[in-house]
């Protein structure tokens, strides 16, 4: 019996789905990825706020949630997912950079984690800087080099709080070797571990802080294109699980 007392179930409308499932934080990604793996239609279900949509892609049945946004909502999307049958788990989303070089439109692969939101501490896997799966992780990397596509690999930090990254805490991140900043990863990564399902992450850099003023990306060119190249790489990264 689980420790628990409130637990997610799987009623008695929602469809099972197999070992892979991809989150996309973005409703226009979201689209993006439903187009890239040719899922038309009707939303197979409804976690919380979310859709969820299956389909196949290649030889691999894929179930696609979203948009979710939050450590404590991805989560709670996570969990359902697990009880749908989900074990290997790719989620996509957006971060904003904090170090010299690494531009809007730019890829990043985390494989680390830095925490400072606050619902990783409810799942306690004994680790201050959660990681990946290494399954998950290689497949995203093969993905990305596969197609040519430069990427940076490192530590993201996870924020519940966007407006409040100031001047001493991006100072504090960049002395940490910390590549950027965004609100889902630790959280995924520490709940994955503790159910002992597979994760990984693949984010699309939307704007910049590493010279301590804000620079927005969210309309560039760039950062359209590199997030229609990502669904094209979620989709393969998927066939890899």
Known sequence: MPEEMVCPTKGRNDPSIGPVAVMAAMEKDLALIRRAIGIKGQAAGKILFSRLYTGVYGHQD?????PLLGAPYA???????IVLGAKRILFFGWCGSIRQGLPVGDFVVPDRAVSEEGTSTHYPVNDPHPRPSGAVLNAIEEGLKERSIPFHKG???STDAPYRET???VLLLQSE??????MEVSALFTAARFRQVQIGALLVVSDELSTLRWSPGFSSRKFNRSR??????????CQKL
């Open 62 to 66: 894929v179930a696609l949630a979203g």
């Open 75 to 81: 989560v709670m999307v996570l969990e359902k997912l």
């Open 155 to 157: 530590s993201v930090c």
């Open 167 to 169: 001047r001493q805490k």
């Open 177 to 182: 070797g910390v590549l950027g900043v965004d």
């Open 228 to 237: 229609k190249i990502a669904a094209e790489v979620v989709c393969a990264t």
